[in-house]
């Protein structure tokens, strides 16, 4: 699957270019359907894509996708312009951000390892805050840390899309009446060590406009690599 990425060194930045494109077909190879054309994630894990090329062909495969499961997100580095019979549901311009900073110092955060039986919970404090995409099966990503305060889940955050080399945090949310309070910051932190240990480095995307976030990021080390193009496509009635 995926041939033409394999030109790309395992580990090079490189492939941060087209991380849905290399974890589908890599670490997250599990977590994939699709064929040698285009792949996406299982819909309820997450809606991101990729194709090899912006042929017909490639097209037509991530338009069978689109119609056998759910609505694509594609995440490029220039603007998509689908063919006719797709409907554009968003676009939008993400900033991609890679940590360079020191080792985070230890931070003594009360905080909850989430499993499986926190699912509903994490699908409501997602609703409420809009971190980004979040399904029933998101949290099979792995690596989701989150915060309670009298026994309700207030803040999250966690692992999502992973490539040679690199892990990406997500899902960083906190509940709006416990703002404030560095809950956000503390359990990146907490991802950010935890990936490091691995002889990984973290990354994210940030809306460009969400720029209170992206000065959060700034503070913590990460560094801005580049602009990226959000597609989501359905089909056209």
Same mark, same amino acid.
């Given at each position: 699957?995926?041939?033409?990425?394999?030109?790309?060194?395992?580990?090079?930045?490189?492939? %941060?270019?087209?991380?849905?494109?290399?974890?589908?077909?890599?670490?997250?190879?599990? %977590?994939?359907?699709?064929?040698?054309?285009?792949?996406?994630?299982?819909?309820?894990?997450?809606?991101?894509?990729?194709?090899?090329?912006?042929?017909?062909? *490639?097209?037509?495969?991530?338009?069978?996708?689109?119609?056998?499961?759910?609505?694509?997100?594609?995440?490029?580095?220039?603007?998509?312009?689908?063919?006719?019979?797709?409907?554009?549901?968003?676009?939008?311009?993400?900033?991609?951000?890679?940590?360079?900073?020191?080792?985070?110092?230890?931070?003594?955060?009360?905080?909850?390892?989430?499993?499986?039986?926190?699912?509903?919970?994490?699908?409501?404090?997602?609703?409420?805050?809009?971190?980004?995409?979040?399904?029933?099966?998101?949290?099979?990503?792995?690596?989701?840390?989150?915060?309670?305060?009298?026994? /309700?889940?207030?803040?999250?955050?966690?692992?999502?899309? /992973?490539?040679?080399?690199?892990?990406?945090? #997500?899902?960083?949310?906190?509940?709006?009446?416990?703002?404030?309070?560095?809950?956000?910051? *503390?359990?990146?932190?907490?991802?950010?060590?935890?990936? *490091?240990?691995?002889?990984?480095?973290?990354?994210?995307?940030?809306?460009? #406009?969400?720029?209170?976030?992206? *000065?959060?990021?700034?503070?913590?080390?990460?560094?801005?690599?580049?602009?990226?193009?959000?597609?989501?496509?359905?089909?056209?009635?």
């Amino acid at each position: 699957m995926f041939d033409v990425l394999a030109t790309i060194p395992a580990g090079s930045t490189t492939a %941060l270019d087209n991380v849905p494109g290399h974890a589908l077909t890599g670490r997250q190879r599990h %977590l994939a359907v699709g064929n040698e054309r285009a792949v996406r994630y299982a819909p309820a894990v997450a809606p991101f894509a990729a194709m090899t090329d912006t042929t017909p062909e *490639s097209f037509d495969a991530l338009r069978g996708l689109i119609e056998e499961h759910a609505p694509v997100a594609l995440t490029t580095l220039d603007a998509v312009e689908p063919p006719d019979g797709f409907a554009l549901i968003r676009h939008a311009t993400l900033l991609q951000m890679v940590w360079q900073g020191e080792a985070p110092a230890p931070t003594a955060l009360e905080h909850a390892r989430l499993t499986g039986q926190d699912v509903p919970e994490m699908l409501a404090l997602a609703a409420a805050t809009q971190p980004g995409p979040f399904g029933p099966r998101t949290i099979e990503f792995g690596g989701y840390v989150g915060v309670r305060r009298e026994g /309700k889940l207030v803040a999250m955050a966690g692992e999502r899309m /992973k490539i040679e080399g690199h892990t990406e945090i #997500s899902a960083v949310c906190v509940d709006p009446a416990f703002r404030g309070q560095g809950l956000a910051a *503390s359990l990146m932190k907490l991802l950010m060590a935890a990936i *490091s240990a691995r002889g990984e480095t973290p990354f994210l995307h940030v809306l460009t #406009s969400n720029h209170g976030a992206i *000065s959060i990021y700034r503070t913590l080390g990460f560094v801005e690599r580049r602009e990226m193009h959000l597609t989501v496509l359905g089909l056209a009635p």
